[in-house]
C-alpha cells in the first residue's frame, strides 16, 4: 500500500489543523493505520492508531483529549484533526499502515515503529508561541 499525507502548515497556538494520509494499491480496510511524528533532533514518536474498521483507536497521552484519528474507507483516507496545537506538537507528521486490521493487544504492539511496514512521506506542522 502507497501512503501519500497531506495538510500540515503553520498555526499559532491553540490552532487547529486536520491532517489527510490517502492510501491506495490494496484495500484500505485491512489495514490499521497510525500517525507518528519526528521533533527536530528528536526520535519519532507514536501519536494515534486507528483499526482497519475504524471502530477502534488508541491515543498517546500527550494528545489525548487535543487529537483525533479516523478514517473513511470509501475515500481511502485517515484523518488527524488536531485541536489546541501547542508549540510541542511541531515535528513532522508521518502516517503508517500494518498488515492487519487489528489492533495489537499490547500498548508497546499499538505503538512501536516497528509494528507498521508501510510509510507515507511527512507532512510539517509548525506551532507558533
Known amino acids: 500500500v502507497q501512503l501519500q499525507a497531506s495538510g500540515g502548515g503553520f498555526v499559532q497556538t491553540g490552532g487547529s489543523l486536520r491532517l489527510s494520509c490517502e492510501a491506495s494499491g490494496r484495500t484500505f480496510s485491512n489495514y490499521a493505520m497510525a500517525w507518528f511524528r519526528q521533533a527536530p533532533g528528536k526520535e519519532r514518536e507514536f501519536v494515534a492508531t486507528?483499526?482497519?474498521?475504524?471502530?477502534?483507536?488508541f491515543y498517546d497521552s500527550s494528545v489525548k483529549f487535543r487529537f483525533t484519528i479516523s478514517r473513511d474507507n470509501a475515500k481511502n483516507t485517515m484523518y488527524l484533526q488536531m485541536n489546541r496545537l501547542e508549540p510541542e506538537d511541531t515535528a513532522v507528521y508521518y502516517c503508517a499502515a500494518k498488515s492487519s486490521p487489528v489492533l495489537s493487544p499490547s500498548e508497546a504492539g499499538r505503538t512501536s515503529r516497528n509494528a507498521y511496514g508501510y510509510w507515507g512521506q511527512g507532512t510539517l506542522v509548525t506551532v507558533s508561541s
Open positions: 486507528i483499526s482497519g474498521s475504524g471502530l477502534s483507536t
